[in-house]
């Protein structure tokens, strides 16, 4: 990997995050366009860091007001009369009790497939596949109507659906953003929230992919520290402009116009793998 790769590969991570187009399946195949055979795990992870940083800086309030609600757990618990009715009065401890069971399903399929996803990881026509059926979940957001179920409204059960959805987004080619903000507008979430709940689920999320590839990641990489950090820096920087940027669009509900991308990607994978 030279310099202009490391942040080629870092502009595209912090661009396809966020934007519903799986940021997996484009470092997939633009390593392959680099000609090369494995994937670089340890740059794959620390990039991911960089859009990690990203969510946090652009959801800094919301996870302020978090940390405040988990601190003030016991007391907030006692003026209710109760978890259940706190978790349904507040709206700080209800996400984040959102958060935490939505990433129960992530972490189970996280850790019982990850290992299978990592072998099927360099594979571009499974890449071409799974981002032709991201664009048909995306263009079906166009018929998910007006959603407007507010915080108070969404449950538990909502929760652990789209944690499940975020599971299936470890295959490469299939969109985490954009599966689990479709799947929240299916359920009738309101779009802002949906977007919310979407990135502050990720957070756990990519704090355990990161966990779990960085052993063996760290042991095979053989890329400078200084391409690494370039690379980082510039995935964190354009994550959170175009995590930004997704967010007015899923406020406008304009989802469905990236599934044409998708699939036109996904069909020219496919055409690279077999033509």
Do not use: N
């Not at 006692?78 to 401890?93: E, F, N, T």
């Not at 399903?105 to 990592?118: E, Q, S, Y």
């Not at 072998?119 to 799974?130: E, H, L, N, P, W």
Request: charged fraction near 15%; include cysteine.
């Amino acid at each position: 990997m030279d310099m202009l790769q490391a942040i080629l590969l870092g502009l595209v991570q912090g661009l396809t995050e966020f934007l519903p187009v799986s940021s997996s399946g484009h470092l997939v195949l633009l390593q392959r366009l680099f000609g090369w055979t494995e994937p670089e795990l340890f740059f794959d992870v620390s990039v991911h860091f960089g859009t990690l940083l990203a969510v946090c800086a652009v959801f800094a309030g919301d996870l302020r007001q978090m940390a405040s609600a988990a601190v003030a757990l016991p007391s907030r618990v006692r003026r209710s009369g109760g978890l259940r009715p706190a978790l349904r009065s507040d709206a700080d401890l209800r996400m984040m009790g959102l958060i935490v069971a939505g990433s129960v399903p992530t972490a189970f399929i996280g850790l019982m497939f990850h290992r299978v996803a990592d072998r099927i990881f360099g594979s571009v026509a499974i890449v071409g596949v799974t981002l032709i059926l991201t664009g048909i979940l995306l263009w079906l957001t166009r018929y998910a109507g007006r959603p407007e179920r507010t915080i108070r409204q969404f449950r538990f059960v909502d929760a652990l659906v789209i944690g499940v959805v975020q599971g299936m987004a470890i295959l490469p080619g299939i969109s985490r953003s954009g599966s689990t903000i479709a799947a929240a507008l299916f359920l009738g979430i309101d779009r802002e929230l949906a977007g919310r709940f979407s990135f502050l689920l990720s957070l756990p999320a990519i704090c355990g992919a990161m966990l779990l590839s960085l052993r063996d990641a760290a042991t095979a990489s053989a890329v400078p520290a200084s391409q690494v950090l370039t690379g980082t820096a510039v995935a964190g920087a354009v994550g959170y402009l175009a995590l930004r940027a997704l967010m007015r669009i899923v406020k406008r509900g304009t989802l469905h116009r990236f599934a044409p991308y998708c699939w036109a990607l996904g069909a020219t994978a496919l055409y690279w793998s077999f033509g």
